[in-house]
């Protein structure tokens, strides 16, 4: 039998519930409910009393610390409706924050953990609930508990953890409509529920202890005058509290879109005095019985165990609604716990490559140590001068007299020798090749004419390149077409006009609509006029497709000063756009 923990942690006070059994049979074997205990005098770390007691209080219950399931206090969250074009869960879930940021002024974005349940959906759209936390908050109960021993597997917030409660008992029918109420300490939470479905969430910021020491949210002006007041006083406050709740639960039937008439009212959580047993707008209020006969819960204040028990309820699968607040801190692990196996074959693999080609390098290593570099220097010989006893013709031909160059003539003597000396240095002998070799090359180049001072003319063609990388540089963003290229070289005339080339384009930009695509159009202007090598560009006006989807320059001149491309290293960077 699976063994499961639900546990609420409430800004005063904390509920713990263990169930044993599966999905559909169950029992409670274990429970506790109290108040956090005041730390002593002089300590200031909440945290670590409160988790004291909650790790006295999992001792007592015996509750598996591998299977626990949070509950949040819905005070600490914000409730938005929102409407997306399409029903995937994976496209919400990539979607979610960005569609819910606009609603929440209050918060960063990037400090909130979201998550969201869909109310209905077609193919087209879904209407969803947003939920959103922030991190902080959502961050010290977990503290806490990982303070007490135990790591929580997800959690979530009393309003869903009540409906999952709710659902299990059968309460919830599909041919009537329900209010869900849970009173907390600072905060009371509402579900409606409508033909057994999830129809709506809010939360009133009002709890049975509002008012009271440790509390900054005040029922009257006079609640907040006495810190500790006394059972007169307490009882005034409950009442008030009670009248606040009730008035806007009937703000919340006037304004529920229920299919079926709220037949009634069920409340669990903390226990005010008035509020059971009476009616808001002729719908009574019951207490929500979600337990079975001798099921291990107490025989009184069973209430404020119903979220804890729906959050034991996941940990059997036994819930309808499934909330992943932690699921952004816990998506890393879950993904690196499915990819050690493969990461681990991999290394194995690689590390076995890696020896053989030790294994190969060690050989060829062990051969070049006896050998010495013999091999390199007779193979670049052979390259350089050919085959001299079968007659091939070398690269270097005619070979350099000992007058012309006595570095190679030596070479060239040692290399025909029937037993070559190697003596010395051969690889400074292979460099000082090389130092010839260039020599050699450069005194090709001077007889051939090639080697010159004078400066070559700009080309149209690398002109027309460059401007053509611009476009191609920003191909994912825009979507140009070239209608006609002209390309011209233009001699310069003095200082203030040098050598340049103008290249005239016709070109079409097209977009879903003539506005985007007369943005495509002055962003590719903009580029232009920051690349270093352009001259000039004139502006044209562009004109609309018939079509509606682009727009058309025509005659568009752009005057390219190739040679400062050339000096910024254009050579090296072979690209339309600065390197």
């Known amino acids: 039998m699976a063994r499961s923990c639900g546990i609420r942690i409430g800004p005063e006070r904390y509920e713990i519930v263990v169930l044993d059994g599966n999905s559909k049979k169950h029992q409670i074997i274990g429970w506790s409910a109290d108040d956090f205990a005041s730390p002593p005098e002089g300590d200031t770390d909440l945290t670590a009393v409160r988790a004291k007691q909650l790790a006295a209080a999992f001792a007592e219950v015996k509750a598996p610390k591998d299977n626990v399931h949070l509950v949040l206090n819905t005070g600490m969250a914000a409730f938005r409706r929102l409407t997306v074009p399409f029903s995937d869960p994976a496209k919400i879930e990539q979607v979610l924050k960005f569609e819910i940021e606009g609603d929440l002024p209050q918060w960063n974005i990037d400090d909130v953990v979201v998550d969201n349940h869909i109310l209905a959906s077609t193919e087209n759209n879904a209407d969803l609930l947003g939920i959103a936390v922030q991190k902080s908050d959502l961050g010290a109960p977990l503290d806490m508990c990982q303070a007490a021993g135990f790591e929580p597997l997800e959690a979530e917030l009393e309003a869903t953890a009540m409906f999952n409660a709710a659902m299990s008992a059968g309460l919830c029918n599909i041919d009537d409509s329900q209010l869900l109420v849970h009173v907390g300490d600072t905060a009371t939470a509402v579900v409606v529920v409508d033909s057994g479905e999830l129809r709506d969430m809010r939360v009133i910021h009002i709890g049975a202890k509002t008012g009271q020491a440790g509390d900054t949210t005040e029922v009257d002006d006079d609640a907040a005058e006495d810190a500790t007041p006394d059972a007169h006083e307490l009882s005034r406050r409950q009442g008030q509290a009670v009248k606040r709740i009730v008035r806007e639960l009937g703000r919340t039937l006037s304004a529920a879109r229920t299919i079926n008439e709220v037949s009634s009212i069920y409340v669990c959580g903390v226990e005010l005095p008035g509020l059971v047993g009476g009616t808001v707008q002729d719908v009574p209020i019951f207490v929500l019985d979600c337990f079975d006969e001798d099921s291990g819960q107490p025989a009184d204040g069973f209430g404020a165990l119903v979220t804890a028990y729906g959050g034991a309820l996941v940990g059997l699968d036994a819930a309808a609604l499934t909330a992943r607040l932690r699921r952004e801190e816990l998506k890393f692990t879950g993904t690196w716990e499915r990819l050690e196996f493969p990461l681990a074959i991999a290394t194995m693999l690689v590390a076995t490559l890696l020896g053989v080609i030790n294994i190969f390098q ?36 005619p070979v350099p007299t000992a007058k012309e160059s006595p570095f190679l003539a030596g070479f060239k003597a040692r290399f025909e020798a029937a037993e070559p000396n190697w003596e010395g240095d051969e690889y400074n002998a292979l460099d000082q090749l090389a130092v010839e070799l260039e020599k050699e090359n450069r005194k090709m180049e001077k007889q051939l004419g090639t080697h010159t001072d004078y400066p070559q003319p700009q080309s149209a063609f690398v002109a027309a390149t460059l401007v053509f990388g611009v476009l191609d540089a920003n191909s994912d963003k825009w979507r140009p077409s070239l209608r006609r290229v002209d390309a011209l070289y233009q001699p310069g005339r003095n200082n203030n006009q040098p050598e340049s080339v103008k290249v005239t384009m016709d070109l079409v930009f097209f977009a879903e609509d003539t506005v985007q695509a007369s943005r495509d159009y002055e962003a590719f202007l903009s580029e232009l006029k920051g690349q270093s090598w352009l001259y000039a560009v004139e502006e044209r006006s562009s004109k609309d497709l018939d079509t509606g989807k682009g727009v058309l320059v025509e005659g568009l001149p752009v005057t390219v000063n190739v040679e400062t491309w050339l000096k910024s290293g254009g050579l090296k960077g072979a690209g339309g756009t600065e390197q």
């Open 362 to 397: 060690h050989r060829e290593l062990a051969t070049l140590e006896v050998s010495g570099p013999r091999w390199y220097i007779q193979s670049t010989a052979s390259h350089v001068f050919g085959d001299l006893k079968g007659g091939t013709r070398g690269y270097l031909y």
